[in-house]
């Protein structure tokens, strides 16, 4: 970054008369915190002291509220906060943000390296080592260099915006250093961790003792609880801190390693937490890292939870691609989960949407990790026979992955009065024989006409991933299922208000409320309607994948498995899964009913379009003179395009603006047809 010329600007607010006399110092004082921020947050190099710094902050907020006028959104003096919502907005992510594959054992760590030479035959590659904060995950876009818009990690897919939060972050830049002197796209994304330092949290947690507040669990709770607040002038008094550690549209400019990208976006003035970050190309290398940072855990000044491991390379791991939960080019190998022991109570018996019978560990009330943990998972019944798990016994729990708590394993030395879990012969739902396999793995409730399966399938169906149903939860879908006013899923598109009226929880205008809703429903989005389904391992991701890839839900359920394979994202065992679903009797019934009551199962994809765009796949490089990316990706997709990030084989057109990046590169070398942003716009029109 540019020093300023004066570091310590003298600036008289009283004697400034004239407005662009006080823009120009506003301007002028701006730049130089702007510059100090970057030498005490980024640099870690202060050139004057606090003292001075708050000077400096003072004369600018003087000279802001003397002349008004001159307030602006990227001003230093904005991260006070103070504005309260009613509510949070959500957003969808560009591309999804995926989860990370976590492992355990260094086997498995092992094994992931050597998957690059066995599996994707890469030769030669560089993995980035990183540690994993232990924090809340969101993705802060900048568009033409001025922080525009910040969003919660939420399901992956979109999450909540928190832009008047993230922007009180002291260190985090509004407005990026030198955006126009590097070349860059006009939308910048980026990802990162805001934590809590450890000893920030325990001052915290002591000034809302001496107030009576509730204290908070743990940093990452504060945190992330801290970005929730409706009042952003909370959050500014919050100790926040944010490492950014992702940017997810570096091909643009032309870089091609993961380290490269961080150091670009540090030249931005973006924190980036470079000192942890090392490259290596050897397993034992990676082994080693994690054991050290293992052993610095507890002086590290921040919380982590383990190691990321990424593959450097960015054209490497474009090659090597995702699965529909997470990239299969990095995971993360997580410390020794925290263990603690209790007693367990019982074992409560759930049946799933499938049938599948799941056994859940019901526990005297315990703390562990800073979480009051009552439940956990059990998986099957062959792990309880194994582990000879009883109820009564006093038990070792651990949080598998920082989050599911899991029983480790019984204290038999403590064993006094106990009983031996049964396995269930019928369900406990319908009462229906159980098919139990060999291994005790799986056990399922066959009766296609149990009521608990019912249950889970209607509140899938409605949930707001799926059709977006409000007002039809658990309960409300017991009550129905119980009353046989509902027998099947596609009874509630038969619904009557009278139905509703006669039971004791609906009154007029909560019965015309769901009922509405329930119509509504009838014009959701296709990807939405194949996630309610339920179709087993199928999830909100690759919903959105098939629904690019068929305009209708005949020419799914007409389709093979060797159709579905060649899709990306999606292998044998998914499309056997799809295949088998679509093939059973009371599925097909039950989505020919749907549409006979009116759902509009019709893609908009591949709707209201002329023939020339039809199931065509554009991407956009370089800059657009006509519309940003969001613009130009919706008017595809309104014509019955599609648009994608990345350059591939199943690329149709690339539309080059100015200043085009690596794409071109890539397309020229596939071939891909390239066209003029004017060629685009009469393609458009045609």
Known sequence: MKRPDDLKPKINVNDI????????????LRETIRYHNYRYYIKNDPIISDDEYDKLYATLIDLEEKFPQLKSENSPTQKVGGEILDEFEEKSHPTPMLSLESV????KVIDFFHSFEKESHIDSFEIACEP??????VEIIYKNGVLNSAVTRGDGTKGEIITENIKT???LPLKLIGYEDKNFTDQIVVRGEVVMFKNDFNMLNDRRMKNGEDMFANPRNAAAGSLKQLDSSITANRPLHIFIYEFTNAGETEIGKHTDALKKLKSLGLPINDSEVRTVDDSDDMINYHSE????????KYEIDGTVFKLNSLDQRKDIGSTSSHPKWAIAYKFEPKRTTTKLKDIDIQVGRTGKITPVAILEKVELGGVEISRASLHNFRIIRDKDIRVGD???IKRSGGVIPQIVKPIKDRRKKTNKVSIPGKCPACQSELMVSDDLKQIYCTNIKCKAQLVQSLVHFASKEAMDINGLGKETSEVLINEEIIENMSDIYNLKKNDLLELDRFDHKRA???????????????SNFLYGLGIPMVGKHLSQVLSKKFKDINSIMQSDIKTLSKINDIGPTVAESITNFFQNDKNKHEISTIIDKGMDLENKLYSNTNGKLQRLTFVFTGELSNWNRDEAKSIVEKKGARATSSVSSETDYLVVGSNPGSKLDEAQKLPVKTISEDEFVQMIKG
């Open 17 to 28: 008369k004239e407005t662009s006399v006080a823009q120009k110092n506003a301007e002028l």
């Open 169 to 171: 972050i002291p260190e």
């Open 512 to 526: 015309t409320n769901l009922l509405d809703e329930i119509k509504n429903s009838k014009n959701n989005k296709f």
């Open 132 to 137: 994993k904060y232990d924090g809340a995950a």
């Open 293 to 300: 940072l293992a052993n610095r855990r507890k002086t590290i």
């Open 394 to 396: 006093y038990v070792v």
């Open 104 to 107: 355990f054992k260094k086997e």
